[in-house]
C-alpha cells in the first residue's frame, strides 16, 4: 500500500524514554503515546481515552463475572456522604481525613451539613445496610459497585496515582467472623486469578502488618506484584472490617436465639491501577505488550499493495480473514488507511500493544496464506506463514501461547529479582538493587519504620505460602514465626 501523505509528526514507536535508565518517564510515554490517558484540566484528576476505557472494560466484564460466580450482585450508592456519617467510625476517619474532599456549598447557598466526596463508600453503605437487615434471614448480604472516588493525591501519576479513579469496591455483610472471614479470603482468591489469568501478572498474596492495614479492618489481606523497575504495587485489597463499622452503623440483626447480634462486614477493591500494573509489568521498548485476554485488539490486519491493480485482490483476502476471526470471537481490527505506511502501522501497533498482527500482500494472496507477527517475539522469531485454512486455530493457540509467555516471562523476572535477607547489610543491599526482600521480622511497628527510614522500603505483606520455619528479627533479633516482603512500592 502507497501512503499518500506523510503521517503525523508524531515518531510512533521511537522516542520513547529509555526503560532501562528512565522507567518513570517511559511509562509516561507509553501511557500518553499509545493513547490510554491522559492529565484532565483539573490536577491529579485523568481522562482515560477510548483506547484505555476499551482495555478497562475487557478488565470489568471478566471481573463482574468473577464476583456474580460467587454470588456477589451489583448495586449503586451516592457520591456523597453526610458528614455525620463519616464521623462516626473514628479510626476510618482519621485514614481517610487528609484524602477527603468536601461540599460546602450548594448552588448558591452554604450547606447546614458538608457532604464528603466518597473516598470509599463503607461510611454511607453501612447505614443502608442497616435497613435492609433485620434478621439473620436476611444474610449474608453481598454487593458490589462499580464507580469512581475521590482521594486528594500529592504526587499523581495517570492510572498508578490519581485523585479520581475507577474501581470496583465490594461491601458484604455476615451473621459470623467465621463468615466474613472465608468472604475475605474467597474475593482475595478472585482478584488473585484475574490477575495471573487474565492479566498475566503473577502475584503475592497475603496479609497486611496492623501499620498497613485498612483504616478501621481487622485484617487486610492483598495481592502483591512486582514491576518491570523491580518496585511493587498493591494491585488489589480485600479488608476482614469485623463488626466495628457493624457497631458505628447499628448494623444489628436478630439471631437464630432472637438475640441482638451485630453483623460482621467485608469490603473489597480493584482499581484502574492495575492497567499501570500491566503496562509496567509486560511492557518495553516499543511500548505496550497487551495480554490477550484483556487486550481490546487481539489481532490487526494490515493490508499491503504496491500497485492499485493488487488492492482489489488484497482487500478481499482482508475482508474473509476478518469475516473468519470476528466469527470464531477474535478482536479483531483492520487497518486500511490510506495515508500511512505499512511501517508505520507496524510501529503503531507494536506501540500499543496489540498481540497478534496479521500482514495480507498480493504474495499472500496467490498462496491463500498469511503472515503472522506476534508482539512479545521481536523480529524474525516472532514471525510464521499461516495457511488460511487454518488460520483460526492457529490464531486461538498463538494468543494463549502469549497470554502464558507473558505470564512466565513476569514470574521468572520476580523470582530472579527476590532474595532472602539474614543480615540488615544484605537487606539494604537488596533494596537498593530494587528487589523484593525476604526477611523475618518481629512484628514491632518500630522495627518496621526503621527498615522504611533507612531504605525506603515498606512492608508489603506476610504472604500466605509460608515455609515451615521460623527465625531472628533481622533489625532487632527478637522471635520471628513468619517471612514478610518488604520493598520500594508505588
Given at each position: 500500500m502507497v501512503a499518500t501523505e506523510k503521517p503525523?509528526?508524531?515518531?510512533?514507536?521511537?522516542?520513547?524514554?529509555?526503560?532501562?535508565?528512565?522507567?518513570?518517564?517511559?511509562?509516561?510515554?507509553?501511557v500518553m503515546r499509545?493513547?490510554?490517558?491522559?492529565d484532565a484540566p483539573v490536577r491529579g484528576c485523568m481522562v482515560v481515552r477510548p483506547y484505555g476505557y476499551a482495555l478497562w472494560e475487557n478488565m470489568v466484564a471478566n471481573l463482574d463475572r468473577r464476583f456474580k460466580d460467587t454470588d456477589v450482585v451489583n448495586a449503586a450508592f451516592p457520591l456523597l456522604i453526610p458528614q455525620s456519617f463519616l464521623l462516626k467510625e473514628a479510626e476510618h476517619v482519621e485514614g481517610f481525613a487528609p484524602e477527603v474532599a468536601w461540599v460546602t456549598v450548594g448552588g448558591s447557598e452554604e450547606l447546614q451539613e458538608p457532604l464528603a466526596v466518597r473516598p470509599t463508600s463503607e461510611a454511607i453503605i453501612g447505614p443502608i445496610m442497616s435497613r435492609w437487615i433485620q434478621s439473620y434471614r436476611d444474610l449474608p448480604v453481598l454487593l458490589n459497585q462499580w464507580c469512581s472516588v475521590f482521594r486528594w493525591e500529592k504526587r499523581p501519576r495517570l492510572f498508578l496515582r490519581t485523585a479520581e479513579f475507577w474501581w470496583q469496591e465490594g461491601h458484604t455483610a455476615h451473621a459470623t467472623e467465621q463468615e466474613a472471614e472465608e468472604r475475605t479470603r474467597m474475593m482475595l482468591e478472585v482478584y488473585r486469578a484475574f490477575l495471573e489469568e487474565e492479566m498475566a501478572i503473577p502475584v503475592i498474596p497475603g496479609l497486611k502488618s496492623e501499620g498497613q492495614k485498612f483504616p478501621g479492618a481487622l485484617r487486610t489481606y492483598t495481592v502483591e506484584a512486582m514491576m518491570g523497575d523491580g518496585k511493587a504495587l498493591q494491585a488489589g485489597t480485600s479488608h476482614?472490617?469485623?463488626d466495628h463499622f457493624a457497631r458505628a452503623y447499628d448494623l444489628i440483626f436478630l439471631d437464630e436465639r432472637n438475640e441482638r447480634q451485630f453483623a460482621w462486614t467485608t469490603s473489597w477493591g480493584m482499581s484502574t491501577r492495575v492497567i499501570g500494573g500491566a503496562i509496567m509489568v509486560h511492557g518495553d521498548q516499543k511500548g505496550l505488550i497487551m495480554p490477550p485476554r484483556v487486550a481490546p485488539h487481539q489481532v490487526v490486519v494490515i493490508p499491503i499493495w504496491r500497485k492499485d491493480e493488487e488492492k482489489t485482490d488484497v482487500m478481499e483476502m482482508v475482508g474473509r480473514v476478518f469475516t473468519i476471526l470476528k466469527k470464531a470471537g477474535v478482536r479483531v481490527k483492520v487497518d486500511a488507511a490510506e495515508h500511512k505506511s505499512p511501517g508505520w502501522k507496524f510501529n503503531e501497533w507494536e506501540l500499543k500493544g496489540v498481540p497478534l498482527r496479521i500482514e495480507i500482500g498480493p504474495r499472500d494472496v496467490q498462496n491463500s496464506s498469511v503472515m503472522v507477527a506476534r508482539r512479545d517475539r521481536p523480529g524474525k522469531e516472532g514471525k510464521e506463514i499461516v495457511g488460511v485454512d487454518i488460520l483460526t486455530q492457529r490464531v486461538a493457540d498463538l494468543l494463549e501461547e502469549i497470554q502464558n509467555s507473558?505470564?512466565?516471562?513476569?514470574?521468572?523476572?520476580?523470582?530472579?529479582?527476590?532474595?532472602?535477607?539474614?543480615?540488615?547489610d544484605e537487606l539494604k543491599q537488596a533494596v537498593d538493587d530494587r528487589q523484593f526482600v525476604d526477611i523475618f521480622w518481629c512484628g514491632d511497628p518500630a522495627c518496621e519504620a526503621k527498615i522504611k527510614e533507612d531504605t525506603r522500603a515498606t512492608n508489603r505483606c506476610m504472604?500466605?505460602?509460608q515455609p515451615d520455619d521460623t527465625g531472628k528479627c533481622i533489625v532487632c533479633g527478637g522471635e520471628s514465626e513468619a517471612h514478610w516482603i518488604f520493598a520500594r512500592a508505588y
Open positions: 503525523g509528526s508524531r515518531d510512533t514507536g521511537q522516542g520513547l524514554a529509555n526503560r532501562e535508565t528512565d522507567f518513570p518517564g517511559w511509562y509516561n510515554d507509553v499509545a493513547e490510554l490517558a491522559e476482614n472490617l469485623g507473558l505470564y512466565q516471562r513476569a514470574l521468572d523476572f520476580r523470582e530472579a529479582n527476590t532474595r532472602h535477607a539474614s543480615t540488615y504472604p500466605l505460602d
